[in-house]
């Protein structure tokens, strides 16, 4: 079994950042990717960033150039970096992790974005 803590989250002024980290746990031996989703009320979970286990990377075009995902594999840990917030960006961040095929969720934490 795999658990996921995201923390960092929080109220942020536009234009400001902030980072948020996700510490995996548990039998961890063989991850294909990690990465962070955001979800609103009333929409789906929508993806923000994904680390795959060669170190490619994704990103919603709408955080391009804005949002970096890394990882510290000493650590267990993916970090999701927030620049130049919009208040657009305002959401429940989830960490994820897809391990031989099953895929595990954090709790989420919470970003808003003040205009």
């Known amino acids: 079994q795999v658990q996921l803590v995201e923390s960092g989250g929080g109220l942020v002024q536009a234009g400001g950042s902030l980072t948020l980290p996700c510490v995996a746990s548990?039998?961890?031996?063989?991850?294909?990717?990690m990465g962070w989703y955001r979800q609103v009320p009333g929409k789906q979970r929508e993806l923000v960033a994904i680390?795959?286990?060669?170190?490619?990377?994704n990103y919603a075009d709408s955080v391009k150039g804005r949002f970096t995902i890394s990882r510290d594999n000493a650590k267990n840990t993916v970090y999701l970096q927030m620049s130049s917030l919009k208040p657009e960006d305002t959401a429940v961040y989830y960490c994820?992790?897809?391990?031989?095929?099953?895929?595990?969720w954090g709790q989420g934490t919470q970003v808003t974005v003040s205009s």
């Open positions: 680390m795959f286990s060669g170190g490619s990377t």
């Open positions: 994820n992790l897809i391990q031989l095929g099953s895929t595990y």
């Open positions: 548990g039998i961890i031996f063989a991850i294909s990717a």
